[in-house]
């Protein structure tokens, strides 16, 4: 099988995760942020990530990949279970923690930003969102404040450092690939359980952390 991803997209991590949990051989394409021609002729649109299974037909959206990967190959490993305490946490971080990450991802040395076509036209999509990329970097230290209440009280619902709610399930799924982008993010300070957590499920999904790009 064969998955094209953004190294910095999140959607993209949910999909390298199973593979990685699940110790499947999977061949990783990660495409120029600016390379519209590939998945339109893949899936009709430019989304990624994109599976093509092993028959050639071609699959969008990160968590049907994951469902499909999950069932079909192996024994099933994720529980559907995602608790309203998680599924807050992700939606207050989610509405910030882009001001922090994406002005960075163009700094670090992706692939997908390898040429300064793809740097541009990424910018251009995200400074729509976000605003001007160096204002959010002169943020930071404000965006770093809000995060650290909000990792402290991620710290009290972590049950285990190789599952969040103690077995492996879709908040797995959901919340390491938040996790995982903000260790772009120079001077963050992770409580001692995030900190776990994030280290041993990189190591268990095969998705590597970013704390030696960080910036």
Known sequence: MKLYVYDHC???VRARMI????????????L???????PIGLVGKKVVPILVKEDGTAMPESLDIVHYVDEHFGEKILSEHVRPEIEAWLKEVGSYYGHLTTARFTQIGLPEFETQSAVDYFTKKKTEFIGDFAENIAKTETYLTRLKGDLEKLAVLIQSENALNGQLSLEDIIVFPVLRNLTCVKGIEFPTAVLAYITNMAKLSNVPLYFDKAI
């Open 32 to 38: 120029a942020n600016d390379d519209e021609a590939t």
């Open 19 to 30: 593979f990685g949990l699940k110790n499947l051989p999977v061949e990783l394409v990660v």
């Open 10 to 12: 999140p959607f993209c």
